[in-house]
Antibody
């Protein structure tokens, strides 16, 4: 069974940093693109960032303005999201998601983890 | 950035009825890059349809997707009580990827 487990969320003050982690199991981690998606309470999902299987392709939401950095360590079956200069509007449940289908970064997301909550206080 | 709009915002139907959900893109989306997700209360989204019309593993055949270019549809042929959820479309053809605002399906 494919599983994704996020960690690293918490309560932080405006301007501080957090690093989220996601560990994948039940599939060949180094063959799939991985993504981060966030969802504020009562809102729809918002794609944050994604990384190809070999880290050659990385994408970010325009709204992040360079504050977030995605990376992965295939030896640890893990993908990370370094979040700097956090703002109250970054408050959300952050999901890790695996790209569907082998290889391509440009695929649907399947499955999603259960998320880790990030709360930024002003 | 490709902007997705969904209609209607809310759909209230009875069990057994047919639901038609629409997703419109601000520019053409590669058909193999349009997906539909179902999100039930308190759960993560799960993929229903990818590539505009391919059902994901384990998804009942009452769910179907169609469309191309800028207009896509998700059809639930016979609503069941467990279909109560919010449904989102997503494009992954062009980065940054984007989601629609969702359609809430209420079961009367």
């Amino acid at each position: 069974e494919v599983q994704l487990v996020e960690s690293g969320g918490g309560l932080v003050q405006t301007g501080r940093s957090l690093r989220l982690s996601c560990v994948g199991s039940g599939f060949k981690f180094d063959e799939y693109g991985m993504h981060w998606v966030r969802q504020a309470a009562g809102k729809g999902p918002e794609w944050v960032s994604g990384i190809s299987w070999n880290s050659d392709y990385i994408g970010y939401a325009d709204s992040l303005k360079g504050r977030f950095t995605i990376s992965r360590d295939n030896a640890k079956n893990s993908v990370y999201l370094q979040m700097n200069s956090l703002r109250p509007e970054d408050t959300a449940l952050y999901y890790c998601a695996k790209a569907g289908g082998l290889g391509s970064f440009f695929n649907w997301f399947d499955p999603w983890g259960q998320g880790t909550l990030v709360t930024v206080s002003s | 950035e490709i902007v997705l709009t969904q209609s209607p915002g809310t759909l209230s139907l009875s069990p057994g009825q047919r639901a038609t959900l629409s997703c419109r893109a601000s520019q053409s989306v590669r058909s193999n890059s349009l997906a539909w997700y179902q999100q039930k209360a308190g759960q993560a989204p799960r993929v229903l349809i990818y590539g505009a019309s391919s059902r994901a593993t384990g998804i009942p055949d009452r769910f179907s997707g169609s469309g191309s270019g800028t207009d896509f549809s998700l059809i639930i042929s016979r609503l069941e009580p467990e279909d109560l959820a919010v449904y989102y479309c997503q494009q992954t053809g062009v980065s940054p990827f984007s989601f629609g605002p969702g359609t809430k399906v209420d079961i009367k």
